[in-house]
């Protein structure tokens, strides 16, 4: 298992791209021409802009529907296999699952806080963490993100990371006055996690060098089994993970 085959979901229309539909698609469809492995060039589409999507000619290979409505959209044409919702106050996992009742082939990612969990995830459901956004409050704490990644390994919890994560290794944002989460960061956290450590000192580090000393030594079983719980993460830009990981020489 190639720790960084479709990794990164294709979130261009979101913050802080946002591309137009037209612009979003046709960088889509030339993703998907390229092939490039560590796209899994599933189009994440909010539910409002989705009938604008339908009335267009290119249709993307996969789509990611991510819940802004207070009703989902009928989306029987089109070929979505993940809903990305936020768990609604004093809803339980569970509960939304039973409620929303997807037809088979379609996932449903619950966006909970970072932080240490005591919930219930049925089988066939995951999770989605925010790991950034257009404020500083909105990246959590290493602690938070560490305890959080510790409960998905120990409850064999898959989950899809979202926002913030610009870049492969975390960096300081002076725009923001906050440290940006790396998405090799979080990755490497979560083999660490797998083979029984605590992920919060390799989500912390700035040290490229040691990141890609770790991610260059990370064992088949152990990439097998983070990817299996870390699904993807959701990037504005297609371009910089490839970029920056082709700079690390962690990919050819």
């Not at 960088?27 to 802009?49: I, K, M």
């Not at 996969?62 to 044409?77: E, F, K, M, V, Y």
């Not at 890609?212 to 870390?230: G, N, S, Y």
């Amino acid at each position: 298992m190639n720790l960084y085959t479709a990794l990164v979901d294709d979130a261009g229309l979101f913050p802080p791209t946002s591309l137009h539909m037209d612009e979003a698609l046709a960088r889509n469809q030339r993703d998907l021409e390229r092939g490039d492995d560590v796209l899994t060039h599933r189009f994440l589409c909010p539910a409002s802009r989705l009938e604008r999507l339908r009335g267009k000619d290119y249709r993307p290979r996969r789509i990611g529907l991510i819940a802004d409505t207070s009703t989902l959209p009928d989306w029987g044409d089109l070929p979505v296999d993940y809903v990305e919702m936020k768990l609604p106050p004093d809803t339980s996992v569970e509960e939304l699952a039973g409620r929303l009742e997807l037809s088979a082939g379609v996932r449903l990612f619950a966006e909970v806080p970072p932080r240490k969990m005591s919930v219930d995830v049925p089988d066939g459901v995951g999770l989605k963490v925010r790991c950034g956004g257009t404020t500083a409050d909105a990246f959590p704490p290493v602690e938070h993100l560490g305890q959080f990644i510790r409960s998905c390994v120990e409850n064999g919890i898959p989950f899809k990371a979202s926002a913030g994560l610009h870049h492969a290794v975390r960096h300081f944002d002076p725009s923001l006055g906050v440290d940006r989460h790396g998405f090799l960061n979080l990755l490497l956290g979560v083999c660490e996690a797998v083979e029984g450590r605590d992920p919060a000192p390799v989500l912390r580090t700035t040290d490229v060098g040691h990141l890609v000393r770790m991610a260059t030594a990370v064992q088949e079983d152990t990439a097998r089994r983070a990817r299996q719980l870390m699904v993807s993460y959701g990037s504005c830009s297609t371009s910089t993970p490839i970029d920056d990981l082709r700079t690390l020489g962690l990919i050819s």
